[in-house]
């Protein structure tokens, strides 16, 4: 970092002024070093002299202020975006959603998913998928099938991932496995080949419970399916097939209390 601020001291020392790009590069650096009253400083002096920095130099910003509990500094950045015309994109906006959602905060963001969409940036899978983990963590089902319905409306429509999220939280819900094999079901009539951990941890909560003709209804529907995926993890459905060292899913998103 030194040795960047002696060179931007040097070109400012010759009467050049620096354009938005050299900022950004500080901006970036500050960030990453933690050190926000200098990235602070920098977007001042862009102020100054009409600098206008971009998306990505916005969105690092707001993640990091995020990250240091400063939810409210960061909407106060969202906000300027906008006033100058820098249109957000949806980090900007899950950056400060994955705050709301670490911290238990529904209300705050579900109206932030709603402000996302009014502000012409549609929803993705991550904003989803983190919305609906925290829907069924705590026990807000009502609204998480709400959210699911409304999916289509904002041209988004459920990928495995997102499929994945709703089963394994519902399977860990007291009294929510019959809604966890609907969306299996449903998963297996859009032709989505489910993750190995998926099905793993459906048929262990059948079994527990003894819901034998649960998993036949499973297997039947994966076997009758017209993708060859489907149809082999059928076994896996059925115990006939050991199950792979590195199973196939994606923690990230899957993951749940």
Known sequence: ????????????????????????????????????????????????????????????????????EKVQEAYQLLDEMISRGVKPDTWSYNAILTYHCDHYEVNRALKLTFRMVNDNCLPDRHTYNMVLKLLIRIGRFDKAIEIWENMGENKFYPSLSTYSVMIHGLCKKKGKLEEAC????????????????????????????GLLDYIEILIVKMRQSTSCSIQESAKITNGDRAYPNNLRHDKTDIESD
Not at 24 to 41: E, G, L, P, Q, V
Not at 46 to 55: A, E, F, I, T
Not at 183 to 206: G, K, S, V, W
């Open 1 to 68: 970092m030194s040795m960047k601020l002696q060179y931007f001291h040097d070109i400012m020392s010759k009467g050049v002024v620096p354009d938005a790009f050299t900022y950004s590069i500080f901006i970036h650096s500050y960030c990453n070093a933690n050190d926000m009253y200098s990235a602070f400083r920098v977007l001042d002096k862009m102020r100054r002299y009409d600098l206008l920095p971009n998306v990505f130099t916005y969105n690092c910003v707001i993640k990091k202020l995020c990250k240091n």
């Open 182 to 209: 609907k969306y299996f079901e449903m998963m297996i009539d859009e032709r989505i080949p489910p993750y190995d951990t998926t099905i793993e941890l459906l048929r262990n909560h059948l079994l527990g419970l």
